[in-house]
């Protein structure tokens, strides 16, 4: 086993999760030498091409991966990893912050093509595809930014891809809307958690509004400028918002989250040119933080 691969107790928990045959009825490539050959190219960030030889053709690696990022199964086994988490008591529900970090994008992270190749056999999602491909533009380069929502082990339980340009208030929603853990015994997902942290970034009267309908309780400092408004409308400008520092200190939380992730190099600075590739390739961190 080297530096980086699947322990065998990461195996134990992954392998049940994963699909048991090839798409046109044959076996797969045995899948732990070639996630761990993903892993790799994910921690180091090189080019697949230069994969050791002891996982095979990069080849195999790349197009599972890509496959995979295509047709939801990453998403599938992150969901189901957090499932097998819940039930066994190990997701800290009491704070959920959110939050989001810039990465940098590669220079050949540019130049997608503007129609993406459909894969066979496979019904393209309406997700798949981005016209701006979750990339900005600035006078610092290419830049992409991932929105999350941590629990408090520090742990993702929603991801959201942006360019890097698009502000943190307008993701809130979607990024809460993404949290859906199942339960063992069936029934609704569990989508609440018990109290939301963010920044003042997050703070608006429609995040407010949205999260006060869903009886979620949240602690999100008010910026001055929406605070001298508020007070300048009087009655209409509604109560302040609630504030406790001792909560809000557990903030920390989700940004030690965003560290852990961009402890692969493949993620802290992005490589793929389609959006659902580093999807995907952001997806497999998140996962393989919850199988430690």
Not at 32 to 53: E, M, S
Not at 76 to 91: N, Q
Not at 140 to 150: F, S, V
Not at 213 to 235: D, F, L, M, V
Request: proline content about 7%.
């Amino acid at each position: 086993m080297g530096r980086g691969d699947l322990t065998n107790d990461e195996w134990v928990r992954l392998r049940p999760h994963l699909p048991k045959s090839g798409q046109r009825g044959g076996r797969w490539a045995s899948h732990r030498r070639v996630i761990n050959g993903i892993l790799f190219r994910q921690r180091t960030g090189v080019p697949w091409r230069d994969l050791p030889a002891r996982f095979g053709k990069w080849k195999t690696a790349y197009e599972r991966h890509r496959r995979w990022s295509a047709d939801g199964t990453w998403d599938t086994v992150f969901a189901a990893v957090l499932a097998d988490a819940d039930a066994e008591g190990r997701i800290d529900w009491s704070m959920v912050s959110v939050d989001s970090t810039s990465c940098r994008g590669h220079q050949h992270a540019a130049g997608a093509r503007k129609k993406p190749p459909r894969i066979p056999g496979k019904r393209r999602m309406p997700w798949q595809h981005r016209p701006d491909e979750g990339l900005g533009r600035s006078r610092g380069g290419l830049t992409c930014k991932i929105h999350l929502a941590g629990e408090g082990g520090r742990r993702p339980l929603a991801l959201l891809i942006t360019p890097g340009q698009w502000g943190d208030a307008p993701q809130l929603i979607p990024v809460m809307e993404r949290i859906r853990v199942g339960r063992p015994g069936g029934g609704r997902p569990r989508t609440r958690p018990d109290h939301l942290s963010g920044d003042k970034a997050y703070s608006s009267r429609r995040n407010r509004r949205y999260l006060r309908r869903r009886q979620t309780k949240h602690t999100i400092p008010e910026p001055r400028n929406q605070r001298a408004n508020r007070k300048r409308r009087g009655s209409q400008g509604g109560r302040p918002a609630g504030f406790d520092k001792t909560i809000y200190k557990r903030r920390n939380e989700v940004e030690r989250t965003i560290n852990a992730l961009k402890g692969s190099r493949a993620v802290a600075t992005r490589f793929d040119k389609r959006a659902y590739v580093f999807y995907g390739t952001v997806t497999l961190a998140a996962i393989r933080l919850w199988l430690r």
